[in-house]
C-alpha cells in the first residue's frame, strides 16, 4: 500500500489533501501542531474509508529534532514512505520595517527553514529506500516580489519553490535513484489561512483548489500553476509587468 506523510494536515488544504487522497487509495501520515484536529480528521476519513490505515503525530515544523523525529517515527510505523508533501505553512506578516519583525521571522522561520528541514528529513528517507516523490506547496505569490502583508511570505515561498528545483537538478544526476520532486504553486484557495481575506480575485473553494493540487501531484509534475485557469496565463504575466501594475491587480 502507497502512504504519503503529509504535514500542517489539521485544516485548509492539508486536511483536503488527506481526504482527497484517503479517496484514491492512500495510507496516510499526518502530522500537525493540533492533535486534536488530527484525531477529529482520522475519525472523519477512517469512517468513510475504514480500510485506509491512517497515522498521526504532533508536529511543529520549527522544531528541527522533532521533525527528524516524526519523518523517521512514520517510516518506522509503515515500513516506508512513498511521497512527502511539503505543506506546513504560515501567512503572518505586515510590511516590512513596520514594527512587526516578529511576525515576518516567524513566518520566514515556518514556511523555509521549517521548509528545509522537512526536505532534509524526506530525502534521508528517499536516498536510503532509493526512490520517493518529495512535493513542495509553493504559492503563484512567488512569482514576483508582493507588497505589504505578503512581502516576507512571498519570499518564502519563492524560496521553497527553489530549494525544490535545485533537490530535482541533483537527483537528475543521480544514478539508481528513483526520486521525483514536484513544486506546485497553489493559487488563491480558500482556507483558515485566508479565511479573513475578502473580495480576493480568482478565490476558489478548497476542495476545487486542492482538487487541482492533487490532480498535478498524481501526475508527478515538476512544477504546475493551480488551478491551471487563471493561473497558467496570470502567473506568465505576472512575471513581466512593471511592480506598479502588478500591485495594483494583486
Not at 512571498?154 to 530535482?168: H, P
Request: with cysteine; hydrophobic share 45%; aromatic share 6%.
Amino acid at each position: 500500500m502507497t502512504t504519503i506523510l503529509i504535514t500542517g494536515a489539521s485544516s485548509g488544504l492539508g486536511a483536503e489533501m488527506a481526504r482527497q487522497f484517503a479517496a484514491l487509495g492512500y495510507d496516510l501520515a499526518l502530522a500537525a501542531r493540533r492533535t486534536e484536529r488530527l484525531e477529529a480528521l482520522r475519525a472523519e476519513i477512517g469512517a468513510r474509508h475504514p480500510e485506509r490505515r491512517i497515522e498521526i503525530r504532533a508536529l511543529d515544523v520549527t522544531d528541527d529534532a522533532q521533525v527528524f523525529e516524526v519523518f523517521r517515527g512514520f517510516r518506522a510505523d509503515f515500513g516506508s514512505i512513498d511521497r512527502v508533501i511539503v505543506n506546513a505553512g504560515l501567512g503572518k506578516g505586515a510590511p516590512i520595517g513596520t514594527g512587526r519583525p516578529d511576525a515576518n521571522k516567524q513566518t520566514a522561520m515556518t514556511n523555509f527553514i521549517g521548509a528545509l528541514t522537512q526536505c532534509e528529513a524526506a530525502m534521508e528517507i528517499f536516498r536510503a529506500q532509493r526512490r520517493g516523490h518529495l512535493v513542495m506547496i509553493s504559492s503563484v505569490s512567488a512569482v514576483r516580489g508582493m507588497p505589504k502583508t505578503v512581502t516576507t511570505y512571498a519570499a518564502t515561498k519563492a524560496a521553497v519553490a527553489s530549494l525544490g528545483e535545485g533537490i530535482r537538478a541533483e537527483m537528475l544526476g543521480e544514478p539508481g535513484l528513483d526520486i521525483d520532486v514536484s513544486v506546485i504553486y497553489a493559487g488563491y484557495i480558500r482556507s483558515e489561512m485566508n479565511e479573513r481575506v475578502k473580495h480576493t480575485p480568482f478565490m476558489v473553494d478548497t476542495a476545487t483548489g486542492v482538487t487541482a493540487i492533487v490532480e498535478a501531484i498524481e501526475k508527478k509534475k515538476a512544477h504546475a500553476r493551480v488551478p491551471a485557469w487563471p493561473w497558467v496565463p496570470l502567473g506568465t504575466a505576472m512575471r513581466h509587468l512593471p511592480l506598479s501594475v502588478l500591485r495594483r491587480i494583486m
